[in-house]
């Protein structure tokens, strides 16, 4: 018997669900929806066949949108606790990479999304997908620097295309449905956040945490 996997993104302003059969794809969906996350990612996954129920549930873990990725794990665990399945994460910047990689061709190529406070998330990839290096926040002159020569895609490019018009804007954001792309053990990361970059509150001095 296959093993059914749902698989959901919200960590940018795309909320995308995708619901598997073993590696066949039975049902998804991908809407833009900027935010209201929480309130489109329930009745999404209801809409998909059986419900969306499935054996192992596979979640964004970010980097991206601090509430897109706590709606995202909030649900996972939620639905994991509620149908006894499983639930595991995988990155944002690497599910754009895989996608990027079969579609564009290339042999390398960088994914620069949109960070908040003016900073963007940067990580680069050589084929078959390999991260090159770590997921890190940069200001948008920082991470152009860093570019170099390979080609970039996500939503941090219009930032960069800002500093220096001969890089083309490529807004791709995640698709759920590009999940079972990544290796097995890029599928495997514990369901916790990875924010890329401290938070936005802060505590104040001398106030427990």
Same mark, same amino acid.
């Given at each position: =018997?296959?093993?059914?996997?749902?698989?959901?993104?919200?960590?940018?302003? *795309?909320?995308?669900?995708?619901? &598997?059969?073993?590696?066949? !794809? #039975?049902?998804?969906?991908?809407?833009?929806?900027?935010?209201?996350?929480?309130?489109?990612?329930?009745? =999404?996954?209801?809409?998909?066949?059986?419900?969306?129920?499935?054996?192992?549930? !596979?979640?964004?873990?970010?980097? @991206?949108? &601090?509430?897109?990725?706590?709606?995202?794990? %909030?649900?996972?665990? @939620?639905? %994991?606790? @509620?149908?006894?399945?499983?639930?595991?994460?995988?990155?944002? !910047?690497?599910? #754009?990479?895989?996608?990027?990689?079969?579609?564009?061709?290339?042999? =390398?190529?960088?994914?620069?999304?949109?960070?908040?406070?003016?900073?963007? +998330? =940067?990580?680069? &990839?050589?084929?078959?997908?390999?991260?090159?290096?770590?997921?890190?926040?940069?200001? /948008?002159?920082?991470?152009?620097? *860093?570019?170099?020569?390979? /080609?970039?895609?996500?939503? @941090?490019?219009?930032?960069?295309?800002?500093?220096?018009?001969?890089?083309?804007?490529?807004?791709?954001?995640?698709?759920?449905?590009?999940?079972?792309?990544?290796?097995?053990?890029?599928?495997? !990361? %514990?369901?916790?956040? +990875?924010?890329?970059?401290?938070?936005?509150?802060?505590?104040?001095?001398?106030?427990?945490?």
């Amino acid at each position: =018997m296959t093993q059914r996997t749902l698989v959901i993104d919200t960590t940018t302003a *795309a909320c995308s669900v995708a619901l &598997f059969d073993g590696d066949k !794809l #039975i049902d998804a969906a991908h809407d833009v929806v900027g935010r209201g996350h929480a309130e489109r990612l329930v009745p =999404m996954i209801a809409a998909l066949a059986d419900g969306g129920r499935a054996d192992r549930i !596979l979640v964004d873990v970010g980097p @991206g949108s &601090f509430t897109g990725i706590r709606v995202g794990i %909030a649900a996972a665990r @939620g639905l %994991a606790l @509620g149908w006894g399945a499983t639930a595991s994460g995988y990155g944002s !910047l690497a599910l #754009i990479a895989a996608a990027g990689l079969r579609d564009r061709g290339v042999s =390398m190529l960088a994914v620069v999304t949109e960070g908040g406070h003016g900073e963007v +998330f =940067m990580q680069r &990839f050589a084929a078959p997908l390999t991260a090159l290096d770590s997921p890190r926040s940069l200001t /948008p002159a920082a991470a152009l620097a *860093a570019l170099g020569d390979t /080609p970039a895609i996500g939503t @941090g490019t219009r930032w960069l295309a800002g500093l220096d018009p001969a890089v083309p804007i490529d807004e791709t954001l995640p698709d759920a449905r590009d999940a079972l792309l990544l290796p097995a053990e890029l599928r495997a !990361l %514990a369901p916790v956040p +990875f924010y890329g970059r401290a938070p936005d509150a802060k505590v104040p001095q001398g106030r427990p945490a």
